[in-house]
């Protein structure tokens, strides 16, 4: 399947989540940057309250895409949630010292993105909730993964995962972190997420700000129906 842009699998997306509409303890979260828009379209659809969940890659220093872990943020003190590949780390013979200088590095740009997203709101509370996470795709789920888990960690009463698009074996992965997993597409040979998509222009910060300061509406469900 191939997405004209983000608005389109948001919308395409939020038809496939129609059972949550109106679910009271219901929360969306997208994964900045490509993952806000699609969530708005999302949270709209469904009238539920929206909200980034920040994450962010731990790259190997001299390859800094390729990633060997992601760190997630936390509510309040607690301290942010780390998902590690020990044997990526092992691979390219990382130091916990170079790991925790990165780490540190990462947790200060969440920190950075929190005041840029949200000035000086709190992120919206998830202990108890019902929480629909949505990105624009799943390629490594090393992020999303870090975002399952520190949700859990928080108290999120279930949590679903939401792409339009992702790799089978990230998917199938994933099923056994959240507990449910929709993803409209899951083709193979996958590539990356951006190939699936004819306009993937990059989000940038000021849109991201525009997801989150939209007023709610049922705009994006007449649009997906």
């Known amino acids: 399947m191939m997405f004209r842009n983000r608005e389109e699998?948001?919308?395409?997306?939020?038809?496939?989540?129609?059972?949550y509409v109106g679910h009271p303890n219901l929360v969306v979260l997208g994964l900045p940057r490509g993952g806000a828009p699609v969530a708005r379209i999302v949270a709209d659809f469904l009238g539920a309250p929206m909200d980034v969940f920040l994450v962010r890659k731990l790259g190997v220093p001299w390859q800094p895409e390729l990633g060997f872990g992601a760190i997630a943020e936390t509510a309040g003190t607690d301290p942010a949630v780390r998902v590690i590949d020990q044997g990526l780390v092992r691979e390219c013979e990382l130091t916990q010292r170079v790991i925790e200088e990165i780490a540190a590095r990462e947790e200060r740009e969440i920190d950075r993105r929190s005041r840029l997203y949200r000035g000086t709101r709190s992120m919206i509370e998830v202990r108890g909730k019902e929480v629909i996470i949505v990105d624009d795709g799943l390629a490594t789920g090393s992020t999303m993964l870090a975002a399952v888990r520190a949700l859990r960690h928080q108290g999120a009463k279930r949590i679903v995962v939401a792409v339009p698009?992702?790799?089978?074996?990230?998917?199938?992965a994933m099923r056994r972190e959240a507990d449910e997993v929709v993803c409209l597409s899951s083709p193979e040979p996958f590539e990356a997420v951006g190939a699936w998509y004819e306009d993937f222009t990059q989000v940038s910060d000021r849109e991201v700000q525009d997801a989150l300061s939209a007023v709610p509406s049922t705009i994006g469900r007449e649009n997906a129906q």
Not at 165 to 172: A, E, I, L, N, Y
């Open 165 to 172: 698009v992702g790799r089978p074996s990230t998917c199938d």
């Open 9 to 19: 699998a948001g919308r395409l997306l939020a038809q496939a989540l129609t059972e």
